[in-house]
């Protein structure tokens, strides 16, 4: 089987460090789905709207290789599974799934805007499926060493004078993503400065005990 990308993502991302570890995890983070010209035509979107949230198949555009066993960042970054009781990205067929928000689409044009993606920039979609809550949603279904939502372990200290560099429309979803703590799980020196792109902007900050500090904004 060839898998052939029908679409694109454009998303605040352009590096791996930052990205949410799971799709909704930030609601307020925006993407925006354009379909390659050999899908670009509005019908392959009708219906959509009686759909509030998509099920998006991606590569994982910058793996090359896989491991049998990996190391979960949830657990610390210093347990070993089975790739396949894991999400990463070093599978046998690096293909990734997120379930995300419609925020509207364009029909005759053939673009989806969408909410809460974990996606890096530029990733290929394979295939989009309507989420379908009484199929897709299994109330006692048991998630293993994920079973619990991640929550906002850091306090977030932003200046003004650093907030405002961020287009408005920007600044809640950083926030929430910082939040999360978009550190490696096994790095905790309170000394080093940390950095990832976001928006067209570098992040840079520093984390002691629970509070993290965003120390500068600068467009790249």
């Not at 759909?51 to 657990?75: A, C, D, K, Q």
């Not at 089975?82 to 799934?97: E, H, K, M, Q």
Request: charged share 20%; glycine share 8%.
């Amino acid at each position: 089987m060839t898998l052939t990308p029908i679409a694109h993502i454009q998303t605040d991302f352009t590096e791996k460090f930052g990205i949410p570890r799971q799709s909704g995890l930030v609601p307020d983070l925006c993407g925006t789905i354009r379909f390659t010209p050999e899908f670009r035509h509005g019908e392959i979107l009708r219906g959509l709207e009686g759909f509030t949230h998509l099920w998006l198949i991606w590569g994982f555009s910058e793996v090359s290789s896989w491991t049998p066993t990996v190391r979960p960042p949830r657990l610390g970054g210093n347990t070993r599974l089975g790739v396949f009781a894991t999400r990463s990205p070093y599978r046998p067929n690096p293909l990734g799934l997120s379930a995300v928000e419609i925020e509207r689409f364009e029909q005759d044009a053939a673009i989806i805007h969408v909410r809460g993606a974990d996606i890096l920039d530029g990733t290929p979609i394979y295939d989009i499926k309507p989420y379908i809550p009484y199929a897709d949603c299994i109330p006692t279904a048991k998630g293993g060493f994920a079973d619990t939502a991640p929550i906002a372990v850091l306090q977030v200290q932003m200046p003004d004078t650093e907030r405002t560099k961020l287009p408005t429309d920007r600044q809640s979803a950083l926030m929430q993503v910082l939040a999360l703590d978009p550190r490696p799980s096994y790095q905790d020196d309170p000394t080093r400065m940390y950095g990832f792109a976001f928006a067209g902007f570098e992040i840079k900050f520093q984390v002691a005990d629970d509070v993290l500090t965003v120390l500068d904004i600068s467009p790249l």
